[in-house]
């Protein structure tokens, strides 16, 4: 009945003249047309991070005709990489693209809703945000500083880093300079030592130049790209600090409430797309960069030790417990981080780990 209604009575405003319906559609896309800024933690055209958040700048417009207009600025093009939360958070800009863990010195809440040290895959942490409270602690810690996020891309599971000599035991961190963010560098830090926070764009000048011995950033793919291989040789992992980084798009919660319900509705899809697309795409490109890795650049590929692991593990336990110490939400955060790991991560294990396991070995792959 109502679309037959509808079509009646669009039947009629046409009998009715193209004047009429032109000059009362063209008031209400005005209305209606929305510019954002959109700065981003990540470097013009990067694989990936860069052009991941581009595609989903894109979409946005795409998705919505063209009523919905971004402007997309790259790390530095309006603000450095760091300063997109201020940015955003101040309403001079509408959204950012970054890994939530760079604004850890705010709130350290922030960093899991990144990834942190002995955290959450892509696929377990799709689960917490979405079925078991994540988000809405998400909106509680953002909403605190003006800002509502969204899952907007992942890399999965990071390597350990690159490092100028091996690491063979925990003592051998001892005094390293190494760019790594998030708990992840304070985890680094227990074990002794410096670590520091980067941007992307910054870290090669600042390996080759020996103003750090070690970096972590993403994986083969993307680190390929910004040769590190010129600087250290090997590669470890798996990374313990990020598990599976989580990427989100950070709106001025004062524009976002005044979206409406359909706009945001657009916007959470084309971000929630993105977290997807994204991670299809690093799943499908970093088998073969990492065999360019050691094949044509003559890459050292090294597993961290059990030991080493053991040692990250009572380091991590130490940051988490600063972490519970720092507010009431901050352990809330975490208690909701644990029970889901424990719940998700019990499930993953006889179910994505055990399969993963007997296949592998059965085909020796
Ligand atoms: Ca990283």
Redesign the pocket.
Known sequence: MKRRKFIKTAGLASAGGAIAVSNMAAPAIAKDRIEIAMVATWPRDFPGLGTGAQRMAQRIKDMSDGRIQIQYFAAGERVGAFDSFDEVASGNAQAYHA?DYYWKGKHPGWAYFTSVPFGLTYTEMNAWIRFGGGQQLWDELAGGFGIKAVMAGS?GV?MGGWFNKEINTADDLKGLKMR???L?GDVMAKLGASPVSLPGGQIYENLVSGAIDAT???GPWNDSFMKFYEAAKYYYFP?M??PG?MLSFGMNASFWSKLSKNDQILIESAASMENDVMMSEYNAKNGAALASLIKDQGVELREFSDEIYDSFGVAANEVFDEVRGHSALANKIHESFLKSRSEVGGWANIADVAYLRQRNRVLGL
């Open positions: 890994a890399t990071q790594i963010p998030g992840g972590e950033w993403v990374g600090h990020e980084s």
